[in-house]
């Protein structure tokens, strides 16, 4: 066992946020799902007060390295999230982190503080990758914006707060050391980077319906290892690292680029048990190398026979 801002994990792999439908995957594979859950901890996708519909279709485009998504944050909002998401979540094997998102520190507020007081929920991220009305910046992009955001919601709640931090900025690590000093518990990084597509028959206009989206898979491992380990040096509290992981080695360096736990993401697209098979491989180099880590359960097979 490994422990995350007080929170006993198995393994070091968690997936990141709105790459995996847990309540999809257990309509998919049954109870199978929870007696080999693919994560250590589970974290959900974002939750914003008021529902939303998403961005228009088409929503994905697909790179020789990766994907390129604008979805644009569907999702039932907070009533509805509470209502019939966080039950079916609560059954999960794991800790449940739940990712809140807001325009404003008012509406993030709102978010935490609803959550404060669910047992369900372990700890919150908050997703600071969204414009801030007021100023037109994104929160997250800001040093002073995401201490502003953390001294509004820090006294609201005593669970654990992960900073997810965006790589669309001049300098995360000094975000992140914002984020530390105004009470962050956590910081996870990278979020995705943002990128186009062209319309394939249609010159000069986007594919995506969102015009421009964020990037995420293979492309942009390599930007989250050195972004991870700029991060690990400006700041004490544990690193979340993600971007682009798809096999334990990956993971590994990951890890020795700075990270406590690690995220997979788009790998989860093409096959929901990457999780899994990420946390065994990196369990086996740990091992071999001598490193000690988290002791994951054997590679799930029920599930796997069951597809
Ligand atoms: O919903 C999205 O389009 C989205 C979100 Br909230 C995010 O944080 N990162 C991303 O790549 N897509």
């Known amino acids: 066992m490994i422990s995350f801002c007080g929170i006993e994990l198995a393994h070091p792999v968690v997936n990141g946020s709105g790459t995996f439908d847990a309540i999809a995957a257990r309509r998919a594979f049954g109870d199978a799902l929870l007696d080999d859950f693919p994560f250590a901890a589970f974290v959900s996708k974002t939750v914003t007060r008021a529902p939303r519909q998403g961005n228009p279709p088409p929503r994905l485009w697909e790179l020789g390295a990766g994907m390129i998504n604008s979805i644009g944050l569907p999702n039932k909002g907070l009533a509805g999230y509470l209502a019939e998401d966080l039950p079916q979540l609560a059954e999960l094997p794991v800790p449940l982190i739940v990712n809140v998102m807001g325009s404003s520190a008012e509406d993030v507020a709102a978010l935490v503080s609803a959550f404060a007081e669910r047992e369900e929920v372990a700890a919150l991220e908050l997703n600071v990758s969204c414009p801030n009305v007021k100023t037109g910046l994104l929160m997250g992009a800001d040093p002073g914006e995401t201490a502003a955001l953390l001294d509004a919601v820090r006294p609201l709640t005593a669970k654990p707060l992960v900073v997810k ?10 975000v992140a050391a914002a984020a530390e000093a ?10 995705t980077i943002r990128g186009m597509a062209m319309h394939p028959r249609r010159p000069g206009e986007a594919w995506l319906g969102g015009g421009t989206g964020g990037v995420s898979g293979p492309a942009v491992h390599a930007v989250a290892l050195a972004q991870v380990r700029e991060v690990r040096e400006r700041v004490r509290i544990p690193v979340v690292g993600m971007g682009g992981v798809a096999t334990g080695r990956q993971a590994r360096d990951m890890i020795d680029a700075g990270a406590d736990l690690v995220g997979v993401g788009t790998a989860s697209f093409r096959d929901p048990l990457a999780g899994a098979r990420i946390a065994v491989e990196l369990q086996r180099l740990s091992a071999n190398s001598g490193i000690t880590g988290g002791t994951p359960e054997p590679a799930p097979a029920r599930i796997a026979d069951a597809r």
């Open 165 to 174: 931090l965006t790589p669309n900025c001049a300098s995360p690590a000094a």
């Open 182 to 191: 105004h009470g962050a518990d956590a910081v996870s990084l990278i979020n």
